[in-house]
């Protein structure tokens, strides 16, 4: 929970787990660390953030600060995959494969509107994978 403008005042689910559970951690590497992931929606909004500092001042700051939430995600989910006994790894577990993250995940469209559109449909992906995950 925090005071900060860019997340709910609510607390957080607990990560603690009844026992190991390699598979079900596998499956929150893709949230964790995947394509359309905290990682990606950590370096999307703070790119974002960088780039228009100087023209959009209150909007870069909104940005930093929902990159400062994700990372909190990002965190709350790497210690459930830690509790379900395995390690966070920068990617996502597919086809007994490792796909490590990379930067080409983010989109460089500096184009305020088209990246604001960008982002709430990214969320709104990342919300709906999480549901029925």
Not at 17 to 40: F, Q, V
Request: glycine residues 4%; aromatic residues 10%.
């Amino acid at each position: 929970m925090s005071d900060n403008i860019c997340e709910l005042n609510i607390p957080y689910p607990p990560t603690d787990t009844c026992e190991k559970n390699p598979c079900y951690a596998s499956l929150l590497s893709e949230d964790y660390a995947g394509y359309n992931s905290e990682m990606t929606a950590i370096n999307q909004y703070f790119f974002q953030y960088l780039c228009i500092q100087n023209e959009h001042c209150e909007l870069a700051h909104v940005l930093e600060c929902i990159s400062l939430v994700e990372m909190r995600h990002m965190n709350l989910l790497g210690q459930l995959i830690v509790n379900l006994g395995c390690i966070p790894v920068i990617g996502s577990f597919s086809r007994r494969r490792t796909r490590y993250w990379c930067g080409n995940n983010i989109n460089e469209n500096l184009d305020v509107q088209c990246f604001l559109r960008q982002n709430i449909e990214n969320e709104k992906k990342q919300s709906r994978h999480t549901i029925f995950a």
